[in-house]
């Protein structure tokens, strides 16, 4: 089993890698080693449970992205999860679904701690800041809220998968800080009450997001927002 698994990954790497990379001069066997060596410590197979959005999963011998991930309960506490994937080849998208306790193999990215610097023409630009090197990722790698909770110089960290040390990597994901502080630009009255009597108040904030705040956060006061769920943590 474990010599056709790695037979198996051998015919994949070399698929992925030959075409976009320099190894394509070289003899497909020693190309397929270079590949299969360089991402044998780099999958790893865990619950289709665990799977998230921006994962490089490998299925049906395809190395693909993560678009999205839903779950659904079925009879007796079963769950189905459905994974919209994208061919890192071909960009062709489709549709994988899997029972709760399957398992997929999950590819690790490298990670790069990055600054945002501005959108443009469905495009977020990055900098690395120690090598100044400059990226473009698609806007579609994060979801409405998350691109509305992006501030010029925040930190990031991009995700690339890279299947051979000699080509540069493919940017795949974004993963913004878990928190954030923007300012308070306008604030409207509620009567809405928390269970511990806290009132709350709707306030926008200046990338434009919508939270529910403590009656007495004001306009010009900063708040810290959890870039996950987009709530309100407390006053900055």
């Known amino acids: 089993m474990l010599q056709s698994r790695i037979l198996t990954n051998t015919t994949l790497l070399a698929r992925v890698c030959l075409s ?3 190894l394509a001069s070289q003899r497909p066997a020693v190309a397929a080693y270079r590949a299969l060596q360089w991402d044998q410590e780099r999958g790893f197979k865990t619950n289709v449970l665990q799977v998230r959005r921006g994962n490089v999963v490998e299925i049906n011998n395809v190395l693909a992205v993560v678009l999205k991930r839903e779950s659904s309960v079925m009879g007796r506490g079963t769950s189905t999860i459905k994974l919209d994937l994208q ?7 489709h549709t994988e679904r899997y029972r709760s306790g399957d398992m997929v193999e999950v590819t690790e990215l490298e990670e790069h701690k990055c600054q945002f610097l501005y959108k443009g023409e469905g495009q977020l630009h990055l ?16 979801e409405e809220k998350q691109l509305q909770l992006l501030l010029p110089d925040m930190p990031v960290s991009l995700s690339m998968f890279q299947p051979d040390p000699d080509v540069p990597g493919k940017p795949i994901s974004i993963k913004l800080p878990s928190q954030a502080v923007y300012e308070v630009v ?3 009255p509620s009567a809405q009450q928390a269970n511990k009597g806290t009132i709350y ?36």
């Open 87 to 93: 061919d890192l080849l071909t960009g062709t998208k």
């Open 20 to 22: 976009r990379s320099p």
């Open 127 to 142: 900098m690395d800041p120690d090598t100044f090197e400059m990226y473009e990722v698609p806007e579609s790698v994060l």
């Open 201 to 236: 108040k709707n306030a926008d904030l200046q990338n434009g997001i919508k939270v529910q705040v403590p009656d007495f956060v004001n306009v010009g006061d900063k708040v810290i927002v959890d870039t996950e769920t987009g709530k309100y943590i407390k006053r900055a």
């Open 186 to 188: 306008e604030t409207h």
